[in-house]
């Protein structure tokens, strides 16, 4: 029941700026941590920023003063913008519980394609 439907990704040059869109429906995402993760290929999925219910941020060092996370509980959406980008960013974006039990642990959706190249 629970769906998480990202969105906002695309193709962008290196230095370039995306912001990714979260929209959660059959849960309420006030109470929970949530996370941005991405995979990329051949390589194993990794929390790339988290946000609590408080507004606390944690952001992986590789995308640090880069990456912003938010979330507007009201509309019940999670955000990810991202500034300076670099190909090693290229990955599929996917949003997540990001502590305990995840909302999506056996598929995790089709997430959002971040490609960075010039």
């Known amino acids: 029941q629970v769906q998480l439907v990202e969105s906002g990704g695309g193709l962008v040059q290196p230095g370039g700026s995306l912001r990714l869109s979260c929209t959660a429906s059959g849960v309420m995402l006030g109470i929970y941590t949530m996370g941005w993760f991405r995979q990329a290929p051949e390589k194993q999925r990794e929390l790339v920023a988290s946000?609590?219910?408080?507004?606390?941020?944690y952001y992986r060092d590789s995308v640090k003063g880069r990456f912003s996370i938010s979330r507007d509980d009201d509309k019940n959406m999670v955000y990810l913008q991202m500034n300076s980008l670099k190909p090693s960013d290229t990955a599929v974006y996917y949003c997540?519980?990001?502590?305990?039990?995840?909302?999506?642990?056996?598929?995790w959706g089709q997430g959002t394609q971040v490609t960075v190249f010039s």
């Open positions: 997540n519980r990001a502590e305990g039990t995840p909302f999506l642990y056996d598929y």
């Open positions: 946000i609590t219910s408080g507004d606390r941020t």
